[in-house]
């Protein structure tokens, strides 16, 4: 930074860099030991970033580093303040971003446990933003992303349609190393590029 940006700020053109800039969240939704989303969320975020989109910005959001408490169930007194402080972490950090990728495994044919609890803390955090899906599994997450849809939809969420879906049995090598088929790249530049459309366009009717 320059001199005189240091002794007046930033520029308003810069100003209006940094407010047009569509903030993305990659939801890691697992929170269970040895899982597979991690390869996963690191895929979609190298994916994104290559892409080298515009005025746009990819983080990933583990859903392990936030230990959420099981909403509505009791806390020793010694336990309330870490959750109270996990939640408040949890929901200042989503509410930080404009637009999210879920990446959501299929546990008996639902999201995980782990990702319903964690979203049952939010509502205003997320009203009128958007959401896209990379999930994996036996089906390759697609009814994980049908239960997301349901919650989505009462947190005033809109999600797109394109979803990147990875099978548990051709992308995933003794279904752990995941190596992805090439053919993925087309959903997960369509997921992307409606991603950021919508998200321009809800970004602006909250503005």
């Not at 404009?98 to 639902?110: S, T």
């Not at 809109?158 to 003794?174: M, P, Q, W």
Request: proline share 2%; charged share 25%; no cysteine.
């Amino acid at each position: 930074m320059g001199f005189f940006s240091k002794l007046f700020g930033k520029s308003t053109k810069e100003e209006e860099t940094v407010a047009d800039t569509l903030r993305i969240g990659i939801i890691n939704g697992s929170v269970r030991e040895g899982r597979n989303a991690e390869a996963v969320a690191n895929w979609t975020l190298e994916f994104a970033n290559k892409r080298n989109d515009e005025n746009v910005e990819y983080e990933i959001v583990d859903l392990a580093d936030y230990k959420l408490p099981m909403l509505g169930a009791p806390l020793a007194e010694g336990q309330q303040a870490e959750a109270e402080q996990a939640i408040k972490a949890w929901s200042e950090k989503i509410a930080s971003y404009d637009a999210f990728i879920f990446v959501a495994p299929e546990y008996n044919h639902a999201v995980g446990g782990a990702l319903k609890n964690a979203l049952d803390f939010l509502n205003p955090e997320v009203n009128n933003k958007v959401a896209g899906f990379v999930g994996y599994g036996s089906l390759g997450g697609v009814r994980a992303h049908e239960n997301l849809r349901l919650i989505l939809g009462e947190l005033q969420v809109a999600d797109v349609r394109t979803a990147v879906t990875f099978s548990l049995i051709t992308d995933f090598e003794n279904m752990s190393e995941f190596k992805p088929a090439d053919y993925h790249e087309a959903n997960a530049n369509g997921m992307l590029d409606q991603v950021i459309s919508w998200g321009k366009a809800f970004k602006a009717l909250r503005d």
